[in-house]
């Protein structure tokens, strides 16, 4: 749900209106303070990415659908195929090749069990009945390493979804409404954080 700027600077500074230690940051107006509304905005982003990063897989679905062409390793269908990320990828919820009996289990590269998936025992490996998605980095961005299929050139993907970077765009980001709360209460803390001990804010942040 798209939600604007303005919205979440008057939530805010309703949030630290309401908390007795904050609130006076609403009553600072001086040129050597920084503007809060500044101050806000430069914090919404990286407190979205942070609540989105924590939150449940059951808060952010449905996501965003990934549509790129599958790669493959060795042969069409067999073995590992990489699935390339979008360029704002943040999360992936979910994906499912059509040889796959269930969606795959998502692990990042410094997982311990990524390394399994490159064992010559087929026993420790991703499977169609336990596949596996492996997030990391090659030269061209992040992609999936999907591991593993057998069923030869007629394998697609099925179904993948993704969280996107949140960003403000033309005034507006993109935020589960259910967390927008958690966002504007996460905003509030870290623009209190910067408050008291960013040089800028000058003689008010002591």
């Known amino acids: 749900m798209l939600f604007s700027q303005q919205q979440l600077l008057s939530d805010t500074r309703i949030w630290l209106g309401h908390n007795h230690e904050d609130s006076q940051l609403i009553a600072i107006e001086d040129p050597y303070t920084l503007s809060l509304d500044e101050l806000i905005l430069s914090k919404i982003?990286?407190?979205?990415?942070?609540?989105?990063?924590?939150?449940?897989?059951?808060?952010?679905?449905?996501?965003?659908?990934?549509?790129?062409?599958?790669?493959?390793?060795?042969?069409?269908?067999?073995?590992?195929?990489?699935?390339?990320?979008?360029?704002?990828?943040?999360?992936?919820?979910?994906?499912r090749l059509s040889d796959w009996k269930r969606p795959a289990r998502i692990i990042a590269a410094d997982n311990p069990?990524?390394?399994?998936?490159?064992?010559?025992?087929?026993?420790?490996?991703?499977?169609?009945?336990?596949?596996?998605?492996?997030?990391?980095?090659?030269?061209?961005?992040?992609?999936?390493?999907?591991?593993?299929?057998t069923a030869g050139p007629s394998?697609?993907?099925v179904e993948a979804q993704y969280v996107p970077y949140p960003r403000l765009v033309d005034g507006f980001i993109n935020l589960p409404e259910p967390l927008y709360h958690d966002v504007v209460a996460l905003v509030a803390q870290l623009?209190?954080?910067?408050?008291h001990t960013d040089p800028i804010c000058g003689q008010h942040c002591d």
């Not at 982003?45 to 549509?67: K, T």
């Not at 623009?191 to 408050?195: K, L």
């Open 45 to 95: 982003e990286m407190a979205a990415h942070r609540v989105l990063m924590d939150a449940s897989w059951s808060m952010l679905v449905p996501g965003s659908p990934i549509r790129t062409r599958l790669a493959w390793r060795d042969s069409p269908g067999r073995g590992m195929a990489v699935l390339s990320l979008p360029d704002d990828f943040m999360r992936l919820l979910s994906v």
């Open 113 to 149: 069990s990524a390394c399994w998936q490159s064992s010559p025992f087929a026993g420790v490996r991703g499977n169609p009945s336990r596949p596996v998605a492996v997030i990391t980095s090659y030269p061209s961005g992040m992609v999936a390493e999907l591991y593993s299929s």
């Open 155 to 157: 394998v697609r993907l």
């Open 191 to 195: 623009t209190m954080q910067s408050y």
